[in-house]
């Protein structure tokens, strides 16, 4: 059992930068690769990134890459999602998530995921 947690959203204007974290409670953290998805009103939760338990892979949505760098740090059990020249599109509730199975390639679909955080919220005013 994984018990996620995310904080570092906020009202940033267009252009700008936020960091995300998301704390991880247990002891098995370091074996799941992780996910970082949003969901604005009225729209699907989309997947944004994902990492691999160890961090040599990654994963990211074609709209946020070269903008958003998804990280990890196994010894604190946080995960990380640093979001530079941020857009108004960018606004929603982000969500950490990890996947149980961690196996084979990087998992970008929401149901392939075990367990979920409570979401952080981000607006980007134009």
């Known amino acids: 059992q994984v018990q996620l947690v995310e904080s570092g959203g906020g009202l940033v204007q267009a252009g700008g930068s936020l960091r995300l974290s998301c704390a991880a409670s247990g002891r098995t953290f370091s074996s799941y690769a992780m996910g970082w998805f949003r969901q604005a009103p009225g729209k699907e939760r989309e997947f944004v990134a994902a990492i691999s338990w160890s961090g040599g892979s990654t994963s990211y949505a074609d709209s946020v890459k070269g903008r958003f760098t998804i990280s990890r740090d196994n010894a604190k059990n946080t995960v990380f999602l640093q979001m530079n020249s941020l857009k108004p599109e960018d606004t929603a509730a982000y969500y950490c998530?990890?996947?149980?199975?961690?196996?084979?390639?990087?998992?970008?679909?929401?149901?392939?995921?075990?367990?979920w955080g409570q979401g952080t919220q981000v607006t980007v005013s134009s």
């Open positions: 998530a990890a996947d149980g199975l961690s196996i084979g390639p990087l998992v970008v679909a929401a149901s392939g995921y075990d367990y």
